[in-house]
Nanobody
Framework: VQLVESGGGSVQAGGSLRLSCTPS????????AGWFRQAPGKEREAVAL????????NYGPSVQDRFTVSKDNAKNTVYLQMNSLKPEDTGVYFC????????????????????WGLGTQVTVSS
């Protein structure tokens, strides 16, 4: 299953963007979805996770209270609403997903996810 991200772009600091992620060519409902980002010269990191079974979301400390992850089951789409964007939010954002339940500590790990998108660029200027 290939995931497809959309919604990236360039904004000024303080602005907002909403990213979307949907499976390409499949009506495939996943149990766990995550948004990762890779800033220039840095390793990819998880920023927001959602377990669709109960809707519980978790956030990295750098995006807490600014980003919101959600899933529309009817559209089989996962969203990442990003508000109050900062230049340090700049990077390529990847959507990832998997079936089944895993402990919270494992949801932050890239190896937990089976399906990935190719990423969408987000650039925040000061």
């Amino acid at each position: 299953v290939q995931l497809v991200e959309s919604g990236g772009g360039s904004v000024q600091a303080g602005g907002s963007l909403r990213l979307s992620c949907t499976p390409s060519g499949h009506d495939y409902n996943v149990n766990l979805a995550g948004w990762f980002r890779q800033a220039p010269g840095k390793e990819r990191e998880a920023v927001a996770l959602i377990y669709t079974g109960d809707g519980v979301a978790n956030y990295g400390p750098s995006v807490q209270d600014r980003f919101t992850v959600s899933k529309d089951n009817a559209k089989n789409t996962v969203y990442l609403q990003m508000n109050s964007l900062k230049p340090e939010d700049t990077g390529v954002y990847f959507c990832a997903a998997r079936l089944g339940w895993v402990p919270l500590r494992e949801r932050w790990q890239e190896s937990t996810y089976k399906f990935w998108g190719l990423g969408t660029q987000v650039t925040v200027s000061s």
